[in-house]
């Protein structure tokens, strides 16, 4: 078993999502310790990226704060494994391609092994292409995450039979955000992934009340939040690891 | 020379988000299905032949060999296409797939605008909706254009994020895909992006280099010794080459924008300055810097001032088949005023990049070699950009 099942043990898993740098990487460290501290099961760790393509504008502006102020990838593996000397739960990078492509995929993912780092999310590498990561990805035991979409449909099954770590269940078409409302028929969507493997599911997309991450959890392992998360970064900049984990804590709390 | 899965040697692939997959998947069914349909290909032929104005000419530029004094000039003459430029070949293709798949949308990226207006002039035609995504740069840059696609009936929304150009409006026509799928196309411009589109976008713009072939041969009897176009993400380009790239002996020379040069960080030259990276759902070269992180390019041309180039170029770098040469936006401006002054045709700042790059070479060639430049589209709307670039202040 990989060490991100871990996070789903007996338990709804509530990951929140931060982005590496934003506004510096001391807070990000202050930022995940908060999470961390006040019930977070996983934390998913962005690398920011010049053009994140699926991302909206909350995200997108944390990834444009991030590399402003001049943050880079062997920055990021150093605050990982300065974290690791404390923080026990599992944590993943969430990037693009490009990012991993581009310094090397083997590099990438033996520093990620070395640091402590037990998956790795592409929002764009879809299944049929991810013999790109795959192999490195194994040989250094980080779990690809897969991701499954409203749109999947006919995928579902193929995507779930080869999933490793936990299925990332994206709740609505477009990119990330807040949404008022969730309207994809998850729950038939969760179906068909317990049909077809055991490993735990969880949804993200548009999570940001503790209300919304119960209902998310009840029909699934987990939930995922990114960018109600991001907003109270932005909006306290140093000073919000505090608001972040009283957040993390009101939604943790929503799923007990 | 795609292999099934979108491949152009190692370049090319499906790097996109799982909401995207099925959309993709459909996408190259329908193609795959309609690409050898009688009736497609007769209703797109009439739209190419009545509506868009097709063939294109063939044109002697009889001044300009004699002026530069080597080799036979023969320009492709895009910039006569309804729109004014080879974006509506493309265009009128994807539209039409689009309507027999069912969809009654379509939304664009566009750089120079031109793309934009060829998606909202078939739009308008086949009464479907269009959004086009400009970079808010741009839309500055080629104001007459977003009046054009308005007038159209399309509606244009300026891009902010990043750089706020071509790539930016890429980025945004995805993540507006990724929301609305059911009824959209993503009518991409170039030969660029996730397959089948770098493929299906060659297929349509193939005719180039049909028409070359077979309008030289009447005139020549023979095949040129060079076929030289503009590469931002390649479409007239590839579509210029396509049907030599097994003729061995034609020399095909893709012209990239070096901006202010390769020597420099203003640049667009991205097989002269790039490496191989992944982004907008393809693998193939890109301007990036050593994290990356994918580098702001610059050049006089909206429409070449993209980081990347579409996989197949990529590929034919790779085994050497075709060559990629920087030239300067102080060339291209100069070829814009030397084509305009000597045969009395005012090309695309892009085309004009092409332009150049044949004048550098035909002196050295001999005079019974032929030279086919592609001139991609016209140059009305760069006219008020260019004299700002040599210091009229004139407005549109």
């Known amino acids: ?24 990487l001391e807070t990000t460290a202050a930022a995940v310790r908060a999470a961390a501290e006040n019930g977070a099961d996983l934390i998913e760790l962005g690398i920011p990226f010049s053009d994140p393509t699926a991302e909206g504008p909350v995200i997108q502006g944390a990834n444009v704060r991030a590399l402003q102020g001049g943050v880079t990838t062997d920055q990021i593996f150093a605050l990982v494994k300065e974290l690791r000397s404390d923080v026990k739960v599992p944590m993943v990078f969430m990037t693009y391609s490009n990012v991993v492509f581009s310094y090397g ?30 192999p490195a990805c194994r040989k250094y035991g980080v779990d690809l995450i897969s991701l499954i979409a409203p749109t999947s449909e006919n995928r579902i099954a193929m995507i779930a039979k080869e999933a490793e770590g936990f299925l990332y269940i994206v709740s609505s078409l477009g990119v990330t955000g807040t949404r008022s409302e969730i309207s994809t028929d998850l729950a038939s969507i969760v179906d068909i992934v317990r049909q077809n493997t055991d490993i735990p599911c969880a949804i993200g997309f548009g999570i940001s009340t503790p209300e919304q991450a119960k209902k998310m959890a009840d029909i699934s392992d987990g939930a995922i939040v990114g960018s109600a998360i991001i907003k109270l970064l932005e909006k306290y900049g140093k000073a919000a690891p505090e608001y972040v984990g009283a957040y993390v804590k009101s939604m943790k709390d929503a799923l007990r | 020379m795609t292999n099934p899965n979108g491949r152009f040697g190692s370049h090319g692939g499906q790097y996109i988000p799982e909401t995207l997959m099925n959309a993709v998947i459909e996408l190259e069914e329908a193609y795959n299905h309609y690409k050898n349909d009688r009736q497609f290909n007769q209703e797109l032929t009439e739209l190419f032949n009545e509506y868009a104005g097709r063939p294109s000419r063939l044109y002697y530029a009889e001044k300009m060999t004699k002026d530069l004094g080597g080799a036979k000039i023969y320009l492709k003459r895009e910039d006569l296409n309804h729109t004014g430029s080879h974006k509506i070949n493309n265009v009128l293709g994807q539209a039409l797939l689009a309507k027999k798949m069912g969809k009654t949308r379509l939304i664009a990226e566009t750089g120079a605008g031109q793309h934009g207006v060829a998606t909202a002039t078939a739009a308008a035609l086949m009464g479907m909706e269009c959004v086009v995504f400009m970079g808010e740069e741009d839309t500055v840059r080629q104001a007459l254009n977003v009046y054009r696609m308005r007038l159209l009936g399309a509606e244009v929304i300026p891009v902010k994020s990043g750089t706020a150009t071509l790539k930016d409006a890429v980025s945004e026509a995805m993540r507006e895909w990724t929301s609305r799928i059911s009824d959209t196309h993503y009518c991409l411009g170039s030969v660029m992006g996730p397959h089948p589109f770098p493929t299906i976008v060659r297929d349509f713009q193939a005719v180039i280099s049909k028409e070359i072939k077979e309008q030289l041969y009447a005139k020549e009897g023979k095949l040129p010794d060079a076929v030289i176009a503009c590469v931002g993400g390649g479409s007239n380009s590839i579509g210029s080459f396509y049907h030599f790239i097994d003729d061995k002996d034609v020399k095909l020379i893709g012209c990239e924008a070096a901006g202010r040069g390769i020597d420099t960080f203003e640049t667009a030259a991205t097989m002269n300055t790039g490496r191989v990276g992944i982004f907008h759902g393809m693998k193939s070269y890109f301007c990036q810097d050593e994290y990356g992180q994918i580098a702001p390019v610059y050049s006089i041309s909206a429409g070449l001032d993209y980081p990347g180039v579409g996989p197949e170029h990529a590929y034919l770098h790779d085994i050497g088949r075709a060559e990629y040469v920087p030239v300067t ?9 030397y084509l305009s002054k000597t045969e009395g045709i005012i090309p695309a700042i892009e085309s004009a990049h092409a332009v150049a790059h044949a004048m550098k070479i035909a002196p050295k060639m001999n005079k019974d070699q032929i030279i086919v430049i592609t001139i991609s589209g016209r140059g009305d709307k760069d006219c008020a950009a260019i004299a700002r670039y040599r210091g009229e202040d004139i407005h549109e």
């Open chain 1, 1 to 24: 078993m990989s060490n991100i099942q871990s996070a789903f043990e007996n338990k709804k898993a509530f990951i929140a999502f931060i982005t590496c740098g934003d506004p510096d």
């Open chain 1, 105 to 134: 995929t083997e590099r990438f993912l033996s520093t990620c092994h070395d640091i402590g780092i037990d998956g790795l999310i592409l929002p764009d590498l879809p299944f049929e292409e991810k013999e790109e990561f795959q």
């Open chain 2, 329 to 337: 936006d102080d060339e291209a401006v100069c070829a814009f005023e």
